[in-house]
Structure formats: C-alpha cells, structure tokens
C-alpha cells in the first residue's frame, strides 16, 4: 500500500516511503526464500526445482495484470510516462522475462513498462538465479563463508553509491549488486534463528542503530539528501528488527495473527502489481480528494482480492501438489537405493 501511495506523489517527511517499503521487501525476500529453500532445495540437484516453483509464484498475477494493462493501452490508446508508444518486440520481450526491466536506466526498458514497479520485481528474479547458490555455500569457502564475501562486495557497491561514486538511485537501490547483501540480510536472519535463536532476537536490536551510524556517517559526508540513501538505511533499521518481531509473534500459535498474517500476505502481491493499472483506468494517478483516495485503494485491494482467489490460490495448490510428488518420488529413489 505504501508502495501505490508513494506513486501518487504521497511523501512522508519529506521522504518516500514506498522506497523505504521495497527496502524492507528485499530483506523479506531473503528471509523467505532462506526458509523455503532450507525446508523444500536444499540438496544439490534441486535448483531447477525452486527456479519452476519461483517462476509459479511470480507469473499468474504478473501475467494477468499486463495482459489486462495492454488491453486497456491498445483499447484507449492512451500514452502515460511508462507507457510511451507501441512497443517493438524487445520491449514486449523486456515484459515477459521481467529482469531486463531492472535495467530500465541502461535499456530505456521504463519507455514501455505494462507494470511500472516490476522493474523490483526483475531484481527479485536476479536473486533467486542466485539463491540455492548463496544457500548451498553459505557455510563454505576456504578464507572463510563465500556468501559471507558476496555479500561484502555488494556492501561495497552500495557504500560507494551512497557516497556518490556511482549513481546512487541505480546502484544504491535498484541495481542487485547494490541491493544483494538486504536479502542476504534476510538469508542470514533466517539461518541465525535455527541456529542461534537467542543470539537473533539479541542482534537483531544493534540494526536500528547501524542504520542511524550509516545515515549519520552520509550525513557528515554530505550525501544524505542523495535520493535515496536515508529510505534504503531506513528500510534497513525497520525491516529486519520487523522480521524479527513478526516471526516471534506467530510462534505464538495465535490464530487471530496467523489469520492476518495470511490475508494480508495473499493481498499484498496483487496490490503491488495492479495499482498503477487501477490509476490509469480510474484516472486517479493524482488523488485530490478523500473519494479518489478511497476509490484508489479499494478498487486495487478488491482486484487484488479477485486474482488471489481465481489465479494465485490454484497455482499456491498446484505449488504444493508438485513439491509433495518430486519429494515422494526422491524419498523412494532413496529407499530404492
């Protein structure tokens, strides 16, 4: 929601809080995929079975909302800043693999983008290419964990896009080798509470303040106003300690949070998709009123409620037939064995 809001000019203090939204996004990410990887590919072989059920995940939605978007643009003909002119076959490409749309900035990608926030979306596709991978060496490497090293050097990217030796906007928070190490952030949340979950709940209250040393530090260097230093180390100090929280309040087994928890997750993925499809057709890319606000939010939560219930939750079962067949049929090539 944050995330639709910032696209219609909305800002808080003077800064973008759907910045600070995707930031906290990446670090879930790789929580989740941590999570889901431990529990379902973790053995070696198994990276082509989490990239099918990756691209199950992602495309039914994402599918549905462009093709609906490319209806209403042929239909009207109506030209926006994302939408520029008919597309040439690249630029119908650059839609249907979702990851060159993370390179907007070097390909002109956003001159025809049917889902304007998917360039985020190409960036979550770059990681999981690389997620069983940082998973399977996390632990390994002789001068120390080679995950542990990935994730410095991407450190190092976003340092020096913070300071303003790379552009800052592209590297420090669209571009993977800038933004790789959040959700190794979130990788390694997930991987400290199965094995130090004292030592998690302790660590993760020093994130807050690192957040505040780094926004300091850019400060006193004169690049805290650089778009978008103090969103991404906002995100940073909010999102991990959040996770954290979270996940120790569902341990509670209350079944109110879970509840929540769950329609909440359902809608959120919609939202982020359809709302600038819902702002074009509703013509409501700058609310004015309270009616527009409202219209806004409940035609993209309702359309979002829609495509859960008839597109996502058919591929959530299919998802889940297919993990349950592939692991009956490796237990038994075990037993066989």
Not at 241 to 248: E, G, K
Request: one cysteine or more.
């Amino acid at each position: 929601m944050l995330v639709m809001l910032s696209h219609t000019g909305l800002t808080l203090g003077g800064l973008n809080p759907g910045v600070v939204s995707v930031v906290v996004f990446y670090a879930i990410s790789g929580y989740v995929m941590s999570a889901l990887i431990g529990k379902h590919f973790s053995e070696a072989g198994q990276a082509g079975h989490f990239y099918i059920d990756r691209l199950a995940r992602i495309y039914p939605q994402y599918l549905l909302y462009a093709v609906a978007t490319a209806v209403w643009f042929f239909s009207v003909g109506h030209t926006t800043p994302f939408l520029q002119h008919a597309p040439s076959g690249l630029e119908v490409l650059n839609n249907v693999l979702i990851a060159p749309l993370n390179f907007f900035m070097f390909n002109a990608a956003d001159q025809f983008t049917l889902l304007p926030p998917a360039w985020s979306l190409g960036a979550e596709v770059l990681f999981y290419v690389l997620a069983p991978w940082l998973w399977r060496f996390w632990n390994t490497g002789r001068f120390g964990s080679l995950a542990m090293w990935v994730a410095f050097a991407s450190l190092a990217v976003q340092a020096l896009a913070g300071l303003g030796v790379l552009p800052t906007d592209a590297w420090g928070y669209r571009l993977l080798p800038g933004v790789l190490w959040i959700f190794m952030a979130g990788m390694a949340l997930q991987r400290l509470q199965i094995s130090w979950p004292t030592l998690s709940h302790k660590a993760l209250w020093l994130v807050p303040l690192v957040a505040v040393a780094a926004i300091l530090g850019l400060q006193q260097q004169g690049a805290l106003g650089t778009p978008y230093n103090t969103e991404v180390w906002l995100g940073i100090g909010i999102g991990l300690p959040a996770i954290q929280l979270l996940t120790q309040v569902l341990k509670l087994e209350n079944p109110t949070w879970k509840a929540w928890d769950q329609r909440l997750g359902d809608l959120s993925y919609g939202i982020f998709l359809n709302h600038f499809f819902c702002m074009w057709v509703l013509d409501l890319a700058s609310p004015k009123t309270a009616g527009q606000w409202l219209t806004l939010c409940g035609s993209s939560i309702a359309l979002s409620f829609i495509s859960q219930g008839f597109v996502e939750r058919p591929c959530v079962a299919w998802r889940q037939n297919r993990r349950k067949a592939w692991h009956l049929a490796r237990n038994a090539l075990k037993i066989g064995s």
